[in-house]
């Protein structure tokens, strides 16, 4: 694979091989995400999602906006074709993925819910 400057495929690799990064980069294909949403979605703590954020981060796969004292973040396409069609490929592979499905109920769940602490642009309403 032929690789750009800056990129590093060890990297890139070690951050899809963990299951709650897949989950994490699986909630983020719909659109930001507060980072307040994701422990109560994943059924974790927010330390453990703290710390998988910031190794995708790393890997360049995501990316944050701060709001007020939150932390919104989206999924960034990387640069080198060859890990963007392998990423989309990945995040294909988890669409038929129980779990998978599970968190994004769970995620609209907890964004559209009236008392939550912030509230997701452009998320549709709960049906």
Request: glycine share 8%; proline share 4%.
């Amino acid at each position: 694979m032929k690789t750009q400057p800056g990129f590093n495929a060890e990297l890139f690799f070690a951050a899809l091989a963990d299951r709650t990064r897949l989950r994490l980069l699986n909630l983020l294909r719909g659109g930001e995400v507060c980072v307040c949403f994701f422990a109560g979605t994943l059924g974790t703590n927010n330390p453990k999602i703290s710390r998988h954020l910031s190794y995708l981060r790393r890997a360049g796969l995501v990316t944050g906006r701060r709001d007020g004292k939150w932390v919104h973040y989206s999924l960034k396409r990387p640069e080198n074709k060859q890990a963007d069609e392998l990423l989309e490929a990945t995040l294909n592979m988890l669409e038929d993925d129980n779990e998978m499905i599970a968190d994004k109920k769970r995620l609209v769940d907890f964004c559209c819910d009236p008392n939550a602490p912030v509230m997701i642009k452009g998320r549709a309403a709960r049906k």
